[in-house]
């Protein structure tokens, strides 16, 4: 073929080529959610508060995404998360189609040392919480035991989902900073389970009851006085409970203290949201400012306040990308090691 021919015929197919392709390539953030499902992946099982508050937000998170797709609630407990983890990570489409709700302790496992987690948390596209934790340490009112002091020198029955469990994490956290004298009794698939447990006096209590866990779910338990709150952990004192004795005021070692801190990363984390890594830049962006558009939304605030749903202290998803990232950077390893060991019991 002459030259000028080849030539010719070369351009006549990138042409050709680049009209197919680029109303593809154009394709707008909301071109692509108009019409399309989000699937919204939760690492627990139904009826928690991390499912009532996924399927509150699967309601008023949609009309915050340019398209309005339809999002669709798809619970996969499992691990303490680390199963629906491995699945957004591993497995679950990469163009923006699938979004996940893990629990606080996720991002942080393999810095804890956790077997199974076959993730790197640091290449999640995380979205934002609408909130920090507070996990409790709490006993039927049945328990002869009323102040963590008393625990120091009486066994207290606690129970838990499994040996790495968050809630088995804290209750050895608490033995090892505290002195307590805790018994953690594994088994109880949910938390809810746990709560019966205690109700029929199986066991006394449980090691890491998230406040606003407690409120969506048994929100007249203290008001009715059925529980007592012996230790309240996390970043900071939750300000509805002022009398609660906070952690870090009750720690003298500093090493300890450290740890304690270390441990509480995964309350600073909140109820965090997350897309799998490799998802394009714009539609990540999309996603974060429509979770904060959402935590803002009167309509939502109302059904979460109706529901005793916490939205406290909402953090972007940059905010949560940069704690994630500064906490794996940070940590030293001998608080590492003090961790993975407290991990796995």
């Known amino acids: 073929m002459p030259a ?55 309601q008023y998170l949609p009309k915050h995404i340019p398209g309005s797709p ?22 679950a489409a990469k163009d923006g189609t699938v979004i996940g709700g893990v629990q606080s302790n996720v991002p942080f496992e393999p810095l804890f040392g956790a077997k199974g987690a076959s993730f790197d948390p640091v290449k999640f596209n995380w979205l934002g919480t609408p909130s920090t934790e507070t996990a ?4 039927s009112n ?9 625990a120091k020198t009486q066994e207290v029955i606690v129970g838990s989902s499994g040996a790495n469990s968050t809630p088995s994490f804290y209750g050895r956290l608490l033995n090892e900073v505290l002195g307590l004298k805790l018994k953690i009794i594994v088994g109880y698939e949910s938390q809810s389970q ?3 447990a205690m109700e029929r006096g199986e066991i006394n209590g449980y090691p890491s009851v998230f406040y606003s866990a407690l409120m969506s779910t048994k929100p007249t338990w203290i008001k009715e006085k059925k529980i007592k709150l012996l230790v309240q952990m996390g970043v900071g004192k939750e300000p509805e409970l002022p009398d609660v004795p906070y952690i870090l005021d009750l720690i003298a070692n500093p090493e300890d203290k450290l740890l304690a801190e270390a441990a509480f990363a995964p309350l600073a984390a909140g109820r965090p949201y997350l897309m799998p890594p490799g998802v394009p830049e714009e539609r990540v962006a999309l996603m974060r400012k429509a979770l904060m558009d959402t935590f803002k939304d ?4 109302a059904e979460a306040e109706k529901r005793g749903l916490s ?35």
């Open 194 to 196: 746990a709560f019966l």
């Open 4 to 58: 000028n021919l080849f030539c010719r015929a070369l351009f006549g197919f990138a042409a050709i080529s680049a009209l197919f392709a680029g109303p593809a390539a154009a394709q707008s953030p909301a071109d692509f959610y108009k019409d399309q499902t989000v699937t919204f992946v939760i690492s627990s099982g139904a009826g928690g508060g991390y499912d009532t508050l996924a399927r509150t937000l699967a």
């Open 298 to 301: 009167p309509a939502f605030l």
């Open 311 to 345: 939205v406290n202290s909402p953090r972007s998803g940059q905010e949560l990308q940069q704690l994630i990232e500064r906490v794996y950077k940070t940590t030293p390893p001998a608080l590492v090691a003090r961790l993975q060991k407290l991990q796995g019991g």
């Open 136 to 139: 409790l340490l709490t006993v």
């Open 142 to 150: 049945s328990t002869p035991v009323n102040t963590w002091q008393e």
């Open 70 to 91: 339809t999002v669709v609630v798809k619970n996969m407990p499992g691990a303490g998360g680390l199963v629906a983890a491995n699945h957004l990570y591993n497995v």
